[in-house]
């Protein structure tokens, strides 16, 4: 058999030395974290993120596994060095075309990196050669993905040929052999090494039936087997990464943290990030005995309580988000972007979602202590880049898009018919299919941009609504302009109501005036105004006579009735111009100076005087 030494094999052509990773990983001192789950956990995303793991989604690497024919391979087969290097560099060659420009990654520096820790951690012996199933397991496990998915995957790799859905004993130890050399990879062998008695640690019964709903809910189970709490960690931290938390670190005194924040539940307000909480950092009276919470998000008081609102209520807005998506994606046509079927990998319990530890081991980490994960649904889809729940969301659009295409052509492209009886499109209609493609992508960025520029003005104006909210002044201040507009338009109603009033009574007497013979109605509920005259006068016979042609003129009575009436005009001009005076000022008051009320009052009053002199020569020609 042919020796193949990893050291002694370049990289690229131009005389590139692949990286070391067991050196360059002693230099982080990640051996000073006192927990042996979290020590395992940043190595092996130190290890990760070194070769760009992180990037690549778990579908990505199913792909590559069809590609090259290890579906069809048995999972104690083995592949040497050169097959394996093809595997991991169609890999990346497939990453760059997904990422922009701006990040590419080195496609020869990663594969030959990652190739050289694979066959040092799986090869120890350098024989060049690495069975399929360790290929699988350590792709699998390091690259980007929910965990349930990446465990049904595995699961499936673990039943029989016959199909009944049963996990065969002697592939899950074989499988659990080969996870566990990732620990032994980093030097943490001693802590999570496998040993003969491991897999009863997690299955007791060898003869037990167990299918995969109870595989994958055994292995996120609450806590989990001793031997893989460093696996659902692994996922958490790269999920937490990014997290920002606006408060201090106790010891540091940091003025903010990201990823793990731990809160002590005897000390009030001691907080501590999660590097001082790793290396055991503290301050009096806080003791690193007490009872930790570990927190992966940061909520405020009023986010908490009306997170706890809403689960109280039994808000369903996020099931009908997932009963939306799911009708969409069953009308939707069967061809996806994807080459990929995902159908038989993920299962109807992938939509469930996955449980996470809560404790790490006491044996082996020292002080037992207690966690509390918040973690959110959306931090558990993957990473920012390649998330699934992007992908999603992308090929849901796309299959939405090719659905519209396709039944326009249906309904105005011409077919031709073969001789094998198969519909085909002509050929000048191939064009046409790539102009509906180039409308498709069009499409899909034009929704893009729409959906970006909606969370933008929802974020504004949920900004401005907070803005009002935390002002208590500007607050008061809307609540005292409400008041004063109530008041200011009852007012204007009694005004009004008093201005109609008046114009009748004005209306009845120009009637009287202009045609003594005629009988007015009396105005009901008038305003009172002040006169010489009682009513019963004025409605009476005498009226008709003051005014009559027929009377002579030099007669007493009838001049002092004339004098009366016209009295009466005059009284009842100076009380329309004071009401006229008083709704000028009254609308105009927060807008116009005082004196545009008197002016228009005074514009009344010669009005009113003008029309009571007219009335006046009037009665004088009649006299």
Not at 259 to 266: E, L
Not at 313 to 329: E, I
């Amino acid at each position: 058999m042919d020796i193949f030494t990893p050291g002694s094999r370049s990289a690229d052509p131009s005389g590139f030395q692949p990286v070391d990773l067991s050196s360059q990983m002693k230099l982080h001192n990640f051996d000073s974290i006192r927990f042996a789950t979290y020590r395992t956990a940043c190595k092996l995303r130190f290890i990760q993120k070194s070769c760009n793991l992180h990037y690549v989604d778990l579908w990505n690497i199913i792909e590559a596994f069809r590609e090259h024919g290890l579906n069809a391979m048995d999972l104690n087969a083995e592949i040497n060095a050169s097959k394996l290097e093809s595997i991991i560099a169609s890999i990346f060659y497939q990453l760059n075309k997904r990422l922009p420009t701006t990040r590419q990654i080195l496609e020869s520096e990663t594969t030959n990196t990652l190739l050289l820790w694979i066959l040092t951690a799986f090869d120890p012996a350098s024989y060049g050669r690495v069975k399929v199933l360790a290929v699988k397991v350590v792709l699998c496990t390091l690259c980007c993905g929910r965990l349930r998915d990446k465990l049904e995957y595995v699961f499936k790799q673990m039943v029989s040929d016959s199909g009944s859905g049963v996990m065969i004993w002697s592939r899950f130890v074989d499988w659990l052999k080969e996870v566990l050399t990732l620990p032994t990879a980093v030097y943490e062998g001693p802590s999570f090494g496998y040993t003969d008695s491991v897999p009863r640690s997690v299955f007791t019964d060898p003869g037990r039936t167990v299918n995969q709903a109870e595989f994958v809910d055994c292995l996120l189970s609450d806590p989990g087997p001793q031997c893989l709490l460093w696996l659902p960690l692994l996922h958490r931290m790269a999920n937490v990464e990014s997290v920002f938390h606006p408060v201090e670190c106790s010891f540091c005194k940091v003025q903010s943290m990201m990823g793990f924040r731990y809160r002590c539940q005897q000390c009030p307000g001691y907080q501590l990030c999660q590097s001082c909480f790793w290396h055991g950092h503290s301050t009096p009276p806080h003791s690193n005995q007490h009872e930790m919470k570990e927190y992966t998000s940061w909520k405020s008081t009023a986010k908490q309580l009306s997170h706890s609102l809403r689960k109280n209520l039994g808000c369903v807005q996020t099931s009908r988000k997932l009963a939306r998506h799911s009708s969409l994606s069953a009308t939707s046509s069967p061809a996806t972007e994807r080459p990929l079927d995902l159908g038989h990998i993920a299962g109807a319990q992938s939509r469930h979602p996955a449980p996470v530890l809560n404790q790490p081991p006491s044996a082996l980490d020292g002080p037992a202590t207690t966690y509390d994960h918040k973690t959110d649904e959306s931090n558990r889809l993957g990473e920012a880049s390649n998330s699934s729940a992007f992908d999603s969301e992308h090929t849901v659009i796309a299959k939405f898009a090719k659905k519209l295409s396709e039944t326009k052509l249906s309904e105005g492209t011409p077919h031709v018919r073969t001789g094998s009886n198969e519909l085909k499109m002509a050929p000048h209609n191939i064009m046409d299919g790539l102009g509906n493609k180039q409308l498709q992508r069009q499409l899909i960025v034009e929704l893009e941009q729409k959906n970006r520029d909606i969370m933008n003005e929802i974020a504004k104006l949920r900004e401005e609504q907070e803005s009002i909210k935390n002002n208590p002044t500007l607050v008061a201040e809307l609540r005292l302009l409400r008041q004063r507009k109530d008041e200011l338009e009852h007012r204007m109603d009694t005004l009004q109501g008093s201005r109609r009033e008046l114009t009748n009574q004005l209306e009845a007497l120009l009637k009287l005036l202009k045609n003594p013979s005629a009988s007015v109605a009396p105005v009901s509920n008038a305003v009172v105004v002040p006169t010489t005259t009682d009513a019963s006068q004025l409605m009476s016979g005498n009226i008709s006579r003051a005014f009559n042609r027929s009377t002579p003129p030099d007669t007493t009575d009838t001049r002092r009735l004339r004098e009366r009436l016209f009295a009466d005009a005059d009284s009842i001009t100076v009380a329309m111009a004071a009401l006229v005076d008083g709704i000028n000022s009254s609308s105009t008051s927060s807008q116009q100076p005082s004196s545009s009320g008197d002016v228009t009052a005074a514009a009344s009053r010669q009005r009113f005087a003008g029309s009571s002199n007219a009335h006046a020569v009037e009665v004088n020609n009649i006299n």
